[in-house]
């Protein structure tokens, strides 16, 4: 393992008692482990003070440019414990290589992958025992870098933080893994042509909130958005990917288009599409041929996936002109079986034929 990250430990780490408590009953997004690393760039210097330290607030000028022109991008992946103690991570040069893309998108500074994989090891080496056990629990790490150069000019960052935090985690919606119901954005967009769409960038999931609450007003979990020019073709929920099963035995996810994020998720279920007989298949698909391929039993499945998701079947899409049910509200075979066979490598109970996974301790 590479150890480009000083350690500074805590201090004043949780109890063991309060760690228990919380490694119980994780939810998603709401505890973190206690250290977090941190590097900082500028042109004269380049990366430099790269730190594992407390995990902590930052001290943030309110004139710093992220706070206004959310110069900022992220990343989401996740380390699992396997039977015999060992933690691992899941693709994460996948990660590594998205997070370059991204910042390159958003004028940020690249940070080199060694960097990225380093904060990442040394993190969670050194915050090990927040690792869940056992279950489906896992340790999700959210690797980030923003503009924190004091300066209200309308220009890249010239000075950037970069950070990696992490907590453990459950299922991510708080009813579980159940089939979940889509409101479709018809007002509302998340991406066009020339934007950011393909880039993990707090904008997106910011333009997304919206619509996101609108679904909720609707009664639903989760936005569908259609893309920014016709508002015909089907892109991406506010925070998954998305495929279908067809009758014929197709797997179908819309095409990347330069407007959908290009999910680790979605690439590994369309790996794992032949082995489980399935037609893997990047296409555009309009909003018509999904409802109406709903409707007539052309398509039997539907699911949501990404990192913090996994994989989590749609049971129901809704428009302005109602609902349309998909497989009778269940979750189908094709979709439980991808999802089996996705954790069965994560948590290391079948063998890793791709090379997916990567020992960090
Ligand atoms: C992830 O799946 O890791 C994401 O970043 C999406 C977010 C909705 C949690």
């Known amino acids: 393992m590479s150890r480009l990250f000083d350690v500074r430990p805590n201090p004043h780490p949780k109890s063991e008692a309060e760690r228990a408590a919380i490694l119980a009953d994780p939810g998603f997004g709401l505890h973190f482990s206690d250290h977090m690393a941190v590097a900082i760039w500028n042109p004269e210097e380049g990366w430099h003070d790269r730190q594992v330290r407390p995990y902590g607030p930052f001290q943030l000028d ?117 089939p979940v119901d889509i409101w479709v954005s018809s007002q509302y967009v998340r991406a066009a042509p020339g934007g950011t769409g393909a880039a993990k960038t707090g904008g997106n999931y910011a333009s997304s909130l919206i619509a996101q609450q609108e679904a909720y007003d609707k009664g639903c979990d989760q936005v569908l958005f259609l893309d920014g020019a016709e508002k015909r073709w089907v892109e991406e929920l506010g925070g998954m990917n998305i495929y279908l099963v067809t009758s014929d035995g197709e797997l179908i996810t819309p095409s990347l288009e330069g407007t959908i994020l290009e999910g680790v998720t979605r690439d590994s279920v369309l790996t794992l599409a032949s082995e489980h007989g399935l037609q893997p298949v990047e296409r555009r698909i309009s909003i018509d041929e999904l409802l109406d391929g709903i409707r007539s039993g052309k398509i039997t499945e539907m699911f949501a996936c990404g990192t913090a998701a996994v994989i989590n079947p749609v049971g129901s899409l809704v428009t302005e002109q109602g609902r349309v049910v998909v497989n009778d509200g269940a979750s189908g075979r094709y979709t439980d079986e991808l999802r089996r066979a996705l954790l069965d490598v994560q948590y290391g109970r079948v063998e890793d034929t791709h090379g997916w996974m990567h020992k960090v301790c």
Not at 72 to 101: Q, V
Not at 162 to 167: E, K, L, P, S
């Open 62 to 178: 309110p004139a710093a440019a992220v706070l206004h022109y959310a110069q900022e991008i992220f990343e989401g992946l996740k380390a699992y414990r396997h039977a015999n103690d060992s933690i691992w991570l899941f693709r994460p040069d996948k990660n590594a290589d998205r997070f370059t893309k991204s910042a390159e998108r958003l004028a940020l500074p690249v940070l080199p992958h060694e960097d990225f994989l380093a904060s990442i090891e040394t993190l969670v080496v050194t915050d090990q025992a927040w690792v869940p056990g056992g279950g489906e629990s896992n340790l999700y790490i959210r690797p980030f870098m923003f503009a924190s150069e004091t300066f209200l000019g309308v220009r890249p960052a010239k000075t950037v933080t970069y950070a990696c935090i992490a907590g453990p985690a459950g299922a991510y919606f708080s009813h579980g893994v159940q």
